[in-house]
């Protein structure tokens, strides 16, 4: 019953870019703490170098002819997540590390509700779960909760941070 609560509880808690303040973040959190708001979106066009705007959902098309794109991650890229009903604004990760194939570790800002939100996570877990072992469907962690969630986001593919070939 507990490990429900909690995933129900973690479920909800989720956010991809809200723009709810967040208060005090734990030591040994997986979070920074920091005096302001810091959403998904500025922090990642800070930490990878693209110059894309809008939401998180709308980097994918956005970068279009501009930057790479591909189903592969590696350490630089941008993670795209696609806009679902629990993340309205889609959501976007930088690619710490590459662990194995079906694992990665990302850096992100704003994933987590409550006294996270705001936040930025370092080095978190992202799990592929697609059948084709494509990167469109994952699962993150959620520190809170201190596990991987149930919760399959879809997810568009990696940004990465060189420009595109003209004509391709």
């Keep these: 019953m507990r ?49 894309l705007r809008g939401d998180g959902w709308r980097w994918w098309e956005a970068a279009s002819g501009r930057y790479a794109r591909g189903p592969r991650p590696r350490a630089g890229a941008v993670l795209v997540f696609q806009r679902t009903g629990r993340l309205r604004d889609g959501h976007v990760a930088v690619v710490s590390r590459v662990v194995d194939a079906r694992e990665i570790r990302v850096d992100h800002a704003n994933w987590a509700s409550g006294g996270l939100r705001g936040r930025v996570a370092r080095d978190q877990p992202v799990i592929d779960v697609s059948p084709r072992n494509d990167w469109t469907e994952v699962r993150v962690w959620y520190p809170p ?4 969630g149930n919760t399959v986001f879809p997810a568009y593919g990696f940004i990465l941070p060189e420009r595109a070939m003209a004509g391709g």
């Design 145 to 148: 909760a201190a596990v991987v």
């Design 3 to 51: 490990r429900l609560v909690l995933l129900a509880v973690a479920g909800l808690a989720l956010s991809a870019c809200g723009a709810n303040r967040g208060g005090p973040v734990a030591a040994g959190s997986g979070y920074e703490a920091s005096d302001g708001y810091l959403s998904c979106v500025p922090y990642a066009r800070a930490r990878s170098g693209l110059d």
